[in-house]
């Protein structure tokens, strides 16, 4: 490692941004395929119901009535919970996931199953608020200045432009 400091780059060049991106930004959505089928499904309600039942939002033959939930919460995240059986992709037990061993925050290309359905879940990666791009504001170790703080979604803050949060 060298001594060089990341306030030390030159001004031209690319220079790395944060991902608080307006609520929902992003084109969330799920791309599902079962034996050649394929579709894809925009996450537009706050929660969205998977399964067979009369009602859910993303209805799919031969799973459970309700499979699994995904939740658009107050900051900005796609929480998937899953209630009947089916494979994440996903650690629960790492850092920056929901509690519960059948929960994951979902980040693009985290896969999840359905009965016989494949479900990967997809976000412009400017509002996706996962690693490599919206972690830090770039770096590594001794070099990660902080990112301005997440807006309040709720209070209806907004992110403002990339002059605003000094970058």
């Known amino acids: 490692m060298n001594a060089r400091h990341i306030d ?6 690319n220079t790395p941004t944060t991902t608080h991106a307006e609520y929902g930004a992003g084109n ?8 050649g089928e394929r579709m894809e ?3 537009e309600a706050d929660t969205v119901r998977i399964g067979s039942a009369d009602g859910n939002e993303l209805r799919l033959a031969d799973t459970d009535p309700v499979h699994a939930t995904i939740e658009h919460d107050d900051r900005d995240e796609y929480v998937l919970t899953m209630h009947g059986e089916g494979e994440m992709n996903a650690n629960p037990a ?3 996931t929901h509690p519960g061993d059948a929960t994951e925050t979902l980040r693009t290309g985290a896969r999840f ?3 016989p359905w494949t479900l990967v879940f997809a976000r412009e990666e400017f509002a996706d608020h996962g690693r490599p791009f919206g972690g830090r ?3 590594e170790y001794s070099d990660q200045p902080l990112q301005p703080s997440r807006p309040d979604y ?3 803050e907004s992110p403002g432009s ?3 949060r000094g970058i």
Do not use: C, N, V
Not at 8 to 13: I, L, W
């Open 162 to 164: 990339a002059d605003d």
């Open 28 to 35: 969330p959505l799920l791309r599902i395929t079962r034996d």
């Open 154 to 156: 709720d209070a209806g």
């Open 94 to 96: 790492a850092d920056a």
């Open 41 to 43: 499904f925009p996450l």
């Open 8 to 13: 030390d780059r030159p001004d031209e060049g």
């Open 113 to 115: 199953t359905a009965g």
């Open 137 to 139: 504001k770039g770096g």
